[in-house]
């Protein structure tokens, strides 16, 4: 499993747990739709932050990774963002970015 792989689907958790509480019935829905997820590359830290400002701002789902620091990225910084919520929206605040 790649690294990008593997960074959605820890992102993906943490938007799971978000949106248990706050909005089961879309949760519902993305898991009989097949889960869709797909990891974008970002240039820094400022930008994934700006990116979990945005996506927040047109109300979707947006959680941020911490490193705890115990390889190479130090403790604390952010590493990963998730994003659910309808394509057509998510797709305002990630259409520019790469796949990574």
């Known amino acids: ?3 990008g792989k593997i960074a ?4 993906t958790l943490a938007c799971y747990k978000t949106m248990l509480d ?3 019935t879309f949760l519902r829905q993305w898991e ?4 869709t997820k797909i990891a974008l590359r970002c240039s820094s830290e400022e930008e994934l932050l700006s990116l ?3 996506a927040r701002r047109l109300n979707l789902c947006a959680q941020s990774i911490r490193d705890a620091g115990r390889t190479q990225i130090a403790a ?3 590493t990963v963002l998730g994003i659910l919520g309808p394509a ?3 797709n305002q605040v990630t259409g520019a970015l790469r796949v990574l």
């Open 76 to 78: 604390g910084s952010r």
């Open 1 to 3: 499993m790649s690294s």
């Open 52 to 54: 979990q400002t945005q």
């Open 88 to 90: 057509r929206v998510v």
């Open 22 to 24: 706050s909005n089961p």
């Open 32 to 35: 009989q739709a097949g889960q």
């Open 8 to 11: 959605a689907h820890h992102a």
